[in-house]
């Protein structure tokens, strides 16, 4: 049989830092009942203090991935960090984590694929493992997006959260694990959803600092009518192209950006909110780490050869789906 790329393990980190819908009330003109009819987000964690970064929140996710799985940090053959807010431009934050963790000397990379970062990662790993090259691949979504965001902005301050997860991928010859993805990008919508500063067509000067060009830009009800269609399509063209129905399926994997939207792709896939895995009301948007931290909280509910399918939509635009057989 042929080699597939099962998810053997997961965990998260989350930070103690609890932002509430309260508390944002007391920061910009907005309340409670807007931000959950809105969006389904009660409260969000925040990194707080001094030197902390995304790779110090992906640490401590591969650091309890490690220790779950029994895996020493030597046996890992690469790491890919999907994040929109790396600890630098460059050097990439998977160098870092492998630094911090100890793990000696292998291929690590960041994957930039905004909230669908995960699902971009998760498709590359799975290709290092489908082929016979690797053993034990480690993909990891993280990101500080209190970093970048504008919390003068109502529009989008409320949305976003900070966290990381962690999954481990080991080759399975008995049909469990990524059975199959799509991943698809349109970067005509780039101008909807976007950081302007920073970068080598904006880069940092006083006057982007000023103009507020280095947190992020969003047309919501733009990105919202987008998101709506494209997530349940990309995750009904999963299910269709390997024949499953709302029946099949264990519980759609969905991001978790607007509950609104979650809600939307459920009523397309055909299947209950019972099948749907929802933790934005705890986090708000973590954008590459919602798919892992998801999978993080349900995983006691998770049974063997469950079908799961991922779905995600973000800046770019991008998108992607994943149909996962669980392996445990
Ligand atoms: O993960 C990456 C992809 N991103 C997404 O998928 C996000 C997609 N977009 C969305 O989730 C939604 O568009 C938002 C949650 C961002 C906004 O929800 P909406 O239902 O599209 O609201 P809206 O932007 O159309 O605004 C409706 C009203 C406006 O007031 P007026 O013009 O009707 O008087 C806004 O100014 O709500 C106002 N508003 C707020 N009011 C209270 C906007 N933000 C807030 C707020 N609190 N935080």
């Given at each position: ?83 929109v807010t790396p600890?630098y431009f ?22 930039l694929?905004a ?28 990101d500080k997006m209190s970093s970048i965001v504008d919390y003068t902005d109502r529009t989008t301050c409320?949305l976003f ?26 970067g005509?919508g780039a101008k909807h959803l976007i950081m302007h500063g920073g970068g080598s067509l904006n880069p940092p000067t006083h006057q982007t600092v000023d103009n507020r060009m280095h947190t992020i830009f969003q047309d919501g009800?733009w990105v ?63 954008t ?27 800046g770019g ?12």
């Amino acid at each position: 049989m042929s080699i597939t790329a099962a998810i053997t393990g997961v965990c998260g980190y989350l930070p103690d830092y609890v932002l509430t819908n309260a508390e944002l009330a007391t920061m910009v003109d907005t309340n409670d009942e807007w931000i959950m009819s809105r969006t389904g987000i009660k409260e969000r964690r925040i990194l707080k203090g001094e030197g902390k970064a995304t790779s110090d929140m992906a640490v401590e996710a591969v650091k309890g991935l490690l220790e779950k799985t029994n895996t020493d940090a030597s046996e890992i053959d690469l790491l890919i960090c999907a994040t929109v807010t790396p600890d630098y431009f460059f050097p990439s934050t998977a160098n870092i984590i492998c630094d911090k963790v100890g793990i000696p000397n292998i291929g690590s990379f960041d994957i930039l694929a905004a909230c669908s970062g995960f699902l971009y990662a998760l498709t590359t790993g799975t290709q290092y493992i489908e082929t016979g090259k690797y053993k034990k691949v480690i993909v990891v979504g993280a990101d500080k997006m209190s970093s970048i965001v504008d919390y003068t902005d109502r529009t989008t301050c409320i949305l976003f959260g900070d966290g990381a997860a962690a999954v481990l991928l080991e080759p399975n010859t008995e049909g469990f694990g990524v059975i199959d993805s799509i991943i698809g990008s349109d970067g005509s919508g780039a101008k909807h959803l976007i950081m302007h500063g920073g970068g080598s067509l904006n880069p940092p000067t006083h006057q982007t600092v000023d103009n507020r060009m280095h947190t992020i830009f969003q047309d919501g009800p733009w990105v919202f009518k987008f998101a709506v269609t494209k997530m349940a399509e990309v995750a009904a063209q999963i299910m269709e192209q390997n024949h499953l129905t709302g029946d099949d399926v264990a519980y759609l994997v969905p991001h978790q950006a607007n509950k609104r939207i979650i809600e939307a792709t459920a009523r397309r896939m055909g299947v209950g909110m019972d099948k749907i895995m929802l933790n934005i009301h705890k986090y708000g948007n973590t954008t590459a780490a919602t798919i892992p931290l998801c999978l993080w909280d349900y995983e006691s509910k998770l049974k063997k050869g469950d079908n799961l399918v991922f779905a995600a939509f973000g800046g770019g635009f991008t998108w992607g789906a994943s149909y996962v057989k669980w392996a445990y």
